[in-house]
């Protein structure tokens, strides 16, 4: 498969879906919502966790979010 074929089926396939979520993502009243957001792997506007992310344990996500905080100035 070229390259080609692999960036027009990205765009074919996953396009529409990155959109829809930078749309949510936009929708939030802050940065800080945005990042709680991101850092906890939640989908939006279901705040369900991404299906690739399940793995991940709650608490694991809970402590890289608190470091997160901590270091960053939103």
Not at 3 to 20: K, L, Q, T
Not at 47 to 59: C, D, L, M, T, V
Request: net charge positive.
């Amino acid at each position: 498969m070229s390259f080609e074929a692999i960036v027009d089926d990205y765009i074919r396939e996953y396009r529409p879906s990155a959109r829809g979520e930078l749309a949510e993502f936009r929708k939030l009243r802050s940065l800080k919502d945005a990042i709680r957001y991101a850092n906890l792997c939640h989908w939006l506007p279901s705040e369900k966790r991404h299906p690739h992310q399940y793995r991940i344990p709650a608490a694991a996500l809970l402590m890289s979010r608190a470091s997160f905080s901590a270091s960053a100035t939103v």
